[in-house]
């Protein structure tokens, strides 16, 4: 199980302590946010991993590429595209998650559940991406239980092994239905 301490909205006065604690995997939300604080305390803290949480613009990929270790927010053929050919021009290797919307809110990002198993099938054939796992958010205003189960579910028939889900209100739940990374701010930085 991989903690990932999402740091966004904070500076690195803040983050510098749980450095220092010996966490090294972090998540931030933005391209350019992580660009401005990560780069120099990478520097001081080796073999620190960055994950991209949050949504991804084709005009970042490249940027997005050379920062992060993995990106969890893969949901739509142009993200594809741009990733497919961004990391063909980098030597790096990066953990894809394909983002599903499974509450299906017009206002979130990620694919529908009806429309997984085409996307990921596309994401691999069509772009020649290697596709870790999945991530979900489940509606705030619903038990995160089903949510979770349907992701491992459609995870589990498209061979995938990783699952990007559990924040801080609903960790203890996603590890029950299989998490492999919890995604914890609050809980550890305090409120944003
Ligand atoms: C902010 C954020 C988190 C962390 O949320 P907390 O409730 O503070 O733990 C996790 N995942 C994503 C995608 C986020 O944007």
Known sequence: MTLIAVSKTFDADAITPVLRSGQRVFGENRVQEAKAKWPALIADYPGTELHLIGPLQSNKAKEAVALFDAIHSVDRPSICEALSKALAQQPRRLELFVQLNTGEEPQKAGVAPAEADGFIAACRETY???????????PVDEAPAPHFALTAKIAARNGLHKLSMGMSADFAIAIQFGATHVRIGSAIFGHR
């Open 128 to 138: 020649g991406l290697t596709i870790s796992g999945l991530m979900c958010i489940p």
